[in-house]
């Protein structure tokens, strides 16, 4: 099997049994020469994200994850550990390596922008190179995130997914041709000054996906049921950059404040939600117990029916 630029491989292990030594020939080894792809993260992402992204792989690899798999699972996710994310993890981890594998592959568009190329296979990496450029950062660390998320979890996606990804980085350094660097970012997100990403999105299922602010909110709904609260804060700072009138993000991230004894910080959002919403019930939870609004006036008993209104100063 031989892979041309912006070419989607065909999985070579769906439905069928896991044969390791066959997938991971050098042929086979020498289709995913992309890092980036094969750890599933951004040319743009600087080390702290390509440690995180590593990390989180890594877990999903590793056999105590894999505990009720069936052996030839493990042995497949020990070899992609191996022979594939650990490599591309070592290739990425220093900058000086890291540039000099955007540059590899500033070199592969530019030879298949001489040759003419034919476009990429994936709608994808097609949607991203009609887009202008002031929208391609949003859309593409969308798309990186999304497609990443399901890389590792289900192997027999692996190859078609990495695959994918391969096509989208060749398809931003396209776009980006014009732009003597790629400036590495601490975090996917392009704040909302910069470029508004789409609010929703059709799901290969013809469902609606959530945005990724929204995708934020949601993880950060889930530390706060275990009370991790220093991700809440994270997550939510995130979601706030990229849509800063939502009350809900600010209500919840003014908790998370709160329990970690950040009274000013906590009063901050909370106003900032009830600004957004006067109705937010979350901050309307906290509002009266902070001060941030005045108490409700006692009821007035008069000719035994109670006054809805108390008297004015």
């Keep these: 099997m031989i892979a041309s630029d912006f070419c989607i491989l065909e999985p070579t292990f769906t439905g069928r049994p896991l044969m390791t030594q066959l997938l991971f020939s050098p042929e086979w080894l020498n289709l995913l020469t992309d890092?980036?792809?094969?750890?599933?993260?951004?040319?743009?992402?600087?080390?702290?994200?390509?440690?995180?992204?590593?990390?989180?792989?890594?877990?999903?690899?590793?056999?105590?994850?894999?505990?009720?798999?069936?052996?030839?699972?493990?042995?497949?996710?020990?070899?992609?550990?191996?022979?594939?994310?650990?490599?591309?993890?070592?290739?990425?981890?220093?900058?000086?390596?890291?540039?000099?594998?955007?540059?590899?592959?500033?070199?592969?568009?530019?030879?298949?922008?001489?040759?003419?190329?034919?476009?990429?296979?994936?709608?994808?990496?097609?949607?991203?190179?009609?887009?202008?450029?002031?929208?391609?950062?949003?859309?593409?660390?969308?798309?990186?995130?999304?497609?990443?998320?399901?890389?590792?979890?289900?192997?027999?996606?692996?190859?078609?997914?990495?695959?994918?990804?391969t096509e989208l980085n060749l398809a931003y350094l396209r776009l980006k041709m014009g732009e003597p660097v790629i400036r590495e970012k601490r975090t996917g997100i392009v704040s909302a000054s910069q470029a508004k990403p789409p609010q929703f999105a059709p799901g290969h299922d013809g469902q609606m996906s959530v945005n990724y602010a929204q995708r934020h909110y949601y993880r950060a709904q889930e530390y706060a049921k275990k009370a991790t609260w220093p991700q809440v804060v994270a997550e939510l700072r995130d979601a706030i950059r990229l849509e800063p009138d939502r009350a809900e993000y600010h209500s919840l991230l003014a908790r998370?404040?709160?329990?970690?004894?950040?009274?000013?910080?906590?009063?901050?959002?909370?106003?900032?939600?009830?600004?957004?919403?006067?109705?937010?019930?979350?901050?309307?939870?906290?509002?009266?117990?902070?001060?941030?609004?005045e108490p409700a006036p006692a009821a007035v008993k008069t000719g035994g029916l109670f006054s809805l209104f108390g008297k004015k100063r």
Excluded: C
């Design 35 to 165: 890092s980036y792809a094969v750890l599933g993260i951004s040319v743009a992402a600087d080390e702290r994200r390509v440690l995180k992204r590593y990390r989180s792989v890594a877990k999903l690899l590793h056999p105590d994850s894999l505990a009720q798999a069936d052996p030839a699972t493990m042995a497949l996710a020990s070899q992609l550990l191996a022979r594939l994310v650990n490599p591309a993890y070592q290739r990425l981890k220093q900058e000086k390596e890291r540039s000099e594998t955007v540059a590899t592959l500033r070199i592969r568009v530019r030879r298949m922008s001489r040759e003419e190329a034919p476009l990429p296979q994936s709608p994808i990496a097609r949607r991203l190179l009609n887009l202008p450029l002031h929208e391609a950062d949003v859309y593409y660390e969308q798309s990186i995130t999304e497609l990443a998320e399901q890389q590792y979890h289900k192997f027999e996606q692996f190859e078609s997914t990495t695959a994918q990804l």
């Design 256 to 293: 998370a404040y709160l329990m970690q004894n950040l009274s000013g910080m906590a009063k901050v959002h909370f106003r900032q939600a009830l600004k957004f919403n006067p109705r937010d019930p979350l901050a309307l939870q906290y509002a009266e117990r902070l001060k941030l609004i």
